[in-house]
Nanobody
Framework: QVHLVESGGGLVQAGGSLRLSCAASGRTYGTNNMGWFRQAPGKEREFVAAVFWGDGTTGYADTVKGRFTISRDNAKNTVYLQMNSLKAEDTAIYYC??????????????????WGQGTQVTVSS
């Protein structure tokens, strides 16, 4: 089992920044990559960013590319999502997820085994 706890959400004005953190504990040694997803009211859960735990390779959704940065601290078993130039459409609950399976792409929420409880991000326009 992998336990994930997110923090760092909140209310921010458009154009502002937030940094989300996701602390992982438990059997993290089998994790291939970590991802951030978000879900706005009435919408499907969507991919935001992912990082491969081993070599740090990253990937982003087109909607956040150039504004968000995902990073990891292996020693702390923590993943971060730095969000800059926030827009009202970034408002959502943000979820951290861990993928231990080989199959499935890092941008596919169905490929992830473990999920955090989510943290609310609200961007006021």
């Amino acid at each position: 089992q992998v336990h994930l706890v997110e923090s760092g959400g909140g209310l921010v004005q458009a154009g502002g920044s937030l940094r989300l953190s996701c602390a992982a504990s438990g059997r993290t040694y089998g994790t291939n990559n970590m991802g951030w997803f978000r879900q706005a009211p009435g919408k499907e859960r969507e991919f935001v960013a992912a990082v491969f735990w081993g070599d740090g390779t990253t990937g982003y959704a087109d909607t956040v590319k150039g504004r968000f940065t995902i990073s990891r601290d292996n020693a702390k078993n923590t993943v971060y999502l730095q969000m800059n130039s926030l827009k009202a459409e970034d408002t959502a609950i943000y979820y951290c997820a861990a993928k231990t399976r080989i199959r499935g792409g890092p941008d596919d929420h169905r490929a992830y085994d473990y999920w955090g409880q989510g943290t609310q991000v609200t961007v006021s326009s």
